[in-house]
């Protein structure tokens, strides 16, 4: 697994939190 796309993963995930 890629380091980019971990991060690219958790980007996704904190927007998520931040909308909720």
Do not use: N
């Not at 697994?1 to 909720?20: A, G, H, P, V």
């Amino acid at each position: 697994m890629s380091i980019s796309l971990r991060r690219s993963i958790s980007k996704l995930l904190i927007q998520l939190y931040e909308q909720f």
